[in-house]
């Protein structure tokens, strides 16, 4: 019984903490005039300042005045919204008993009967819910804040902030975007027929627009100024000039901040680490890893491309028509993580959606490499240990290479460098395909791996952010860093609120992360990135990725403090039937080529050993041997036997050794496209009809 009489009590104890919480809101947030104060964006890898946004979505333009803007903007809205608004004290009790009169009718809360000051308060600090609890709480706020501020700041935070429908995706939100946008214009230069005009947009601004129901925009807007008018707001002379005008509807644009990509990343980074009110009061110093040069490189390189591919290819044009050709660029220092670049797509304006961290898709050939360390790490092969190229089924799955032929006895960097999917199957299943599993889960892959016979081929879902976090382990000799936005945050009065700890972790040893980079370095040297030395990127090194049906196309490059990673491809999977030196070389080598950077490699480690060998049998090299070609061992595992010489040798490598070079096709018919899609469905069918019979088996 005693429990049950404490009840309303402690009751009584939440309500009153609460509403102490949300009155110390109010007062810090709009009192205060916090609203007012700028956020500042600094870029560490620069030491300058590069966005002042306001607002808690950020804008570029500062809060309005009230006092820079004319007397009748204010007036109108006051009109259509709070006629007794500079009469009462945070509630209208006229408003009220006339709203609760139609709920009483409704048996319900069909209107609220709210003042600015409680429209105020609810979109900020209260839920949009219709219930008695929360106007009793919106209507004590009101009042409370209507005590500690004069009439004109409480309009001026309204004007600031109220809704005034959506553009592209976006919520126009004050009197400043939607004089911009409405009538191309700044908020000073509204005649009195826009003001009102806008002022009647409130009610409905998604369906009650200029464009949309221009007779019923200009009825409302008459209906205001006769508000205005009967009020002695304006003059009967003015309410003649305004209703005899048009309703006129000249669309601008809304000033939008630079690099909307990587603050919109940034933002999201900041509240999941202190939370979202230090962002909605304002006032913050952010320090992040931003290089204004590499930003606006990258934004550029991502139209340009896009736009190439459209006019250089009919069937990209074609399905350009449906859905917009995406090109994502996300660009990491190796050496601290810290995110240079990030482009989530071909334009914001078009589709916000960050490609680099929320999509997931196949990497395709990118993630070879992944199985290539495992195998030299094993040491069960190494860049000279020969693979065979021919026909091989497993599973009931047969897998093939882009071109569609086979080449015999090839080296392990051969298969590497040129990306042949038969001889990596081959290599995978000889050294178990745990093996790799266990090598990406190191790399950060937090992916369930299937042990299909198809995964050194990249056909598990990824994100852009994680390939590139595992490709930073290359200049660093086997340490991954995990990439990073933000660096600081601090208050306006300069208490540090954050400070990035930087994640770094070994997951490879030097040596065999060694040897793979030099893999990496054949890719552009000799291999399928070959194109990229037209860029004067011969330096580079890194691997690309076309997924098996040419739908994805992938390249991640770095140099010492740069690791890159392009993707290009539709967002619901039209065929783009390129492959990556066709669509994501081009991207990688235009972006790079236009900003500074380091040119170097990684110095050999402790564990590797140098030999001079024949690149046909893989063994080490003599006079009359083909080569000689340099290449890298880890200790141990280096050719013991000289490759074979004269006649005898000249006929061993006619019979084992004769090949086609390979060049991996730029871009396939709509037939193959057509045949190799048809294949992918069969074969995964195939896997999994396979991996079936053998749980069927170990039951």
């Given at each position: 019984?005693?429990?049950?009489?404490?009840?309303?009590w402690?009751?009584?104890?939440?309500?009153?903490?609460w509403?102490?919480?949300?009155?110390?809101?109010?007062?810090?947030?709009?009192v205060?005039?916090?609203?007012?104060?700028?956020?500042?964006?600094?870029?560490?890898?620069?030491?300058?300042?590069?966005?002042?946004?306001?607002?808690?979505?950020?804008?570029?333009?500062?809060?309005?005045?009230?006092a820079t803007?004319?007397h009748?903007?204010?007036?109108?809205?006051?009109?259509?919204?709070?006629?007794?608004?500079?009469n009462?004290?945070?509630?209208?009790?006229?408003?009220?008993?006339?709203a609760a009169?139609?709920?009483?009718?409704?048996?319900?809360?069909?209107?609220?009967?709210?003042?600015?000051?409680?429209q105020?308060?609810?979109?900020?600090?209260?839920?949009?819910?219709?219930?008695?609890?929360?106007?009793?709480?919106?209507?004590?706020?009101?009042?409370a804040?209507?005590?500690r501020?004069?009439?004109?700041?409480?309009?001026?935070?309204?004007?600031?902030?109220?809704?005034?429908?959506?553009n592209?995706?976006?919520p126009?939100?004050?009197?400043?975007?939607?004089s911009r946008?409405?009538?191309?214009?700044?908020?000073?230069?509204?005649?009195?027929?826009?003001a009102?005009?806008?002022?009647?947009?409130?009610?409905?601004?998604?369906?009650?627009?200029?464009?949309?129901?221009?007779?019923?925009?200009?009825?409302?807007r008459?209906?205001?100024l006769?508000?205005?008018?009967?009020?002695?707001?304006?003059?009967?002379?003015q309410?003649?000039?305004?209703t005899?005008?048009?309703?006129?509807?000249?669309?601008?644009?809304i000033?939008?901040?630079?690099?909307?990509?990587?603050?919109?990343?940034?933002?999201?980074?900041?509240?999941?680490?202190?939370?979202?009110?230090?962002?909605?009061e304002?006032?913050?110093?952010?320090?992040c890893?931003?290089?204004p040069?590499?930003?606006r490189?990258?934004?550029?390189?991502a139209?340009k491309?896009?736009?190439?591919?459209?006019?250089?290819?009919?069937?990209?044009?074609?399905?350009?028509?449906?859905?917009?050709?995406q090109?994502?660029?996300?660009?990491?220092?190796p050496?601290?993580?810290?995110?240079?670049?990030?482009?989530?797509?071909?334009?914001y304006?078009?589709?916000?959606?960050?490609?680099?961290s929320?999509m997931r898709?196949?990497?395709?050939s990118a993630?070879?490499?992944?199985?290539?360390?495992?195998?030299?790490?094993?040491?069960?092969?190494?860049?000279?240990t020969l693979?065979?190229?021919?026909?091989?089924t497993?599973?009931?799955?047969q897998?093939?290479?882009?071109?569609?032929?086979?080449r015999?006895?090839?080296?392990?960097?051969e298969?590497?460098e040129?990306s042949?999917?038969?001889?990596?199957?081959?290599?995978?299943?000889?050294?178990?395909?745990?093996?790799v599993?266990?090598?990406?889960?190191?790399?950060?892959?937090?992916?369930k791996?299937e042990?299909?016979?198809?995964?050194?081929?990249?056909?598990?879902?990824v994100?852009?952010?994680?390939?590139t976090a595992?490709?930073?382990?290359?200049?660093?000799?086997?340490?991954?860093?995990?990439?990073?936005?933000l660096?600081?945050?601090?208050?306006?009065e300069?208490?540090q609120l954050f400070?990035?700890?930087?994640?770094r972790?070994?997951v490879?040893?030097?040596?065999?992360?060694?040897?793979?980079?030099?893999?990496?370095?054949?890719?552009?040297?000799?291999?399928?990135?070959?194109?990229?030395?037209?860029?004067?990127?011969?330096?580079?090194?890194?691997?690309?990725g076309?997924?098996n049906?040419?739908?994805?196309?992938?390249?991640?490059?770095?140099?010492p403090?740069?690791?890159?990673?392009?993707?290009?491809?539709?967002?619901h999977?039209a065929?783009l039937?390129l492959?990556s030196a066709e669509?994501?070389i081009?991207?990688?080598?235009?972006?790079?080529?236009?900003?500074?950077?380091?040119?170097?490699?990684?110095?050999?480690?402790?564990?590797?050993?140098?030999?001079?060998?024949?690149?046909?049998?893989?063994?080490l090299?003599r006079?009359?041997?083909?080569?000689?070609?340099?290449?890298?061992?880890?200790?141990?595992?280096?050719?013991?036997?000289?490759?074979p010489?004269?006649?005898?040798?000249?006929?061993?490598?006619?019979?084992?050794?004769?090949r086609?070079?390979?060049t991996?096709?730029?871009?396939?018919?709509?037939?193959?496209?057509?045949?190799?899609?048809?294949?992918?469905?069969?074969?995964?069918?195939?896997?999994?009809?396979g991996?079936?019979?053998?749980?069927?088996?170990?039951?």
């Amino acid at each position: 019984m005693m429990a049950i009489a404490l009840l309303p009590w402690l009751a009584a104890f939440y309500f009153s903490v609460w509403m102490n919480v949300l009155d110390h809101r109010v007062t810090r947030e709009l009192v205060q005039h916090r609203w007012r104060e700028p956020t500042i964006i600094v870029s560490a890898a620069r030491n300058a300042e590069v966005a002042r946004l306001y607002g808690l979505d950020w804008r570029t333009t500062p809060p309005v005045s009230i006092a820079t803007i004319p007397h009748f903007v204010g007036d109108a809205f006051i009109a259509a919204e709070d006629v007794r608004f500079r009469n009462h004290d945070g509630i209208d009790p006229v408003g009220m008993l006339r709203a609760a009169a139609v709920d009483l009718r409704t048996r319900g809360i069909a209107q609220g009967g709210s003042t600015i000051d409680q429209q105020i308060i609810k979109s900020r600090f209260l839920s949009q819910e219709r219930t008695w609890r929360r106007k009793i709480v919106e209507m004590l706020l009101a009042v409370a804040f209507d005590a500690r501020m004069t009439k004109d700041e409480i309009l001026e935070i309204y004007l600031n902030e109220v809704y005034l429908g959506h553009n592209g995706g976006k919520p126009v939100l004050g009197i400043d975007e939607a004089s911009r946008l409405y009538f191309d214009k700044e908020p000073r230069d509204l005649r009195l027929d826009e003001a009102a005009l806008l002022a009647g947009i409130v009610r409905a601004p998604n369906r009650d627009t200029p464009e949309k129901r221009p007779d019923v925009v200009r009825a409302r807007r008459d209906a205001i100024l006769r508000v205005m008018l009967d009020h002695r707001w304006i003059t009967g002379e003015q309410f003649r000039d305004a209703t005899a005008q048009d309703v006129e509807f000249n669309r601008g644009t809304i000033p939008q901040a630079r690099f909307p990509f990587y603050l919109r990343a940034l933002r999201g980074d900041i509240v999941e680490a202190i939370g979202v009110r230090p962002v909605i009061e304002g006032g913050l110093r952010i320090t992040c890893e931003l290089d204004p040069d590499a930003q606006r490189a990258a934004e550029r390189v991502a139209r340009k491309s896009a736009a190439q591919l459209e006019s250089r290819f009919e069937w990209i044009a074609e399905a350009a028509q449906h859905e917009p050709l995406q090109t994502a660029i996300f660009s990491v220092d190796p050496r601290s993580g810290g995110v240079r670049a990030l482009v989530g797509g071909t334009d914001y304006n078009v589709s916000p959606f960050d490609r680099t961290s929320n999509m997931r898709r196949q990497p395709g050939s990118a993630f070879k490499t992944f199985a290539y360390l495992a195998a030299i790490a094993s040491k069960r092969a190494t860049t000279a240990t020969l693979l065979v190229d021919a026909p091989i089924t497993v599973a009931s799955w047969q897998p093939h290479n882009y071109d569609e032929r086979y080449r015999g006895r090839v080296s392990v960097r051969e298969a590497f460098e040129a990306s042949l999917n038969v001889p990596t199957v081959r290599l995978t299943q000889d050294i178990g395909l745990q093996r790799v599993i266990r090598t990406a889960h190191k790399f950060g892959f937090d992916e369930k791996f299937e042990t299909i016979p198809a995964l050194p081929l990249g056909v598990t879902e990824v994100t852009m952010r994680e390939l590139t976090a595992a490709y930073t382990a290359f200049p660093n000799l086997g340490t991954r860093v995990e990439p990073y936005l933000l660096t600081e945050v601090r208050d306006r009065e300069g208490k540090q609120l954050f400070a990035q700890d930087v994640e770094r972790k070994n997951v490879a040893d030097a040596a065999p992360a060694y040897v793979m980079h030099t893999l990496l370095r054949g890719v552009v040297q000799r291999g399928t990135a070959s194109r990229l030395k037209r860029y004067g990127l011969g330096y580079a090194a890194g691997k690309t990725g076309t997924t098996n049906d040419y739908r994805d196309a992938w390249f991640v490059g770095y140099t010492p403090d740069m690791v890159t990673t392009v993707w290009v491809g539709f967002d619901h999977g039209a065929p783009l039937r390129l492959s990556s030196a066709e669509a994501a070389i081009p991207v990688w080598g235009a972006y790079m080529s236009a900003i500074p950077h380091v040119r170097g490699e990684p110095s050999p480690p402790k564990g590797v050993t140098f030999r001079n060998i024949d690149p046909e049998t893989g063994m080490l090299w003599r006079d009359d041997c083909p080569g000689p070609l340099r290449e890298v061992f880890l200790d141990g595992t280096a050719p013991t036997h000289a490759c074979p010489s004269g006649i005898l040798g000249r006929v061993i490598r006619r019979v084992f050794f004769d090949r086609e070079n390979f060049t991996e096709p730029p871009a396939i018919t709509l037939d193959q496209f057509r045949k190799w899609a048809t294949e992918v469905v069969r074969d995964r069918q195939n896997v999994e009809h396979g991996l079936d019979r053998l749980r069927d088996f170990f039951r």
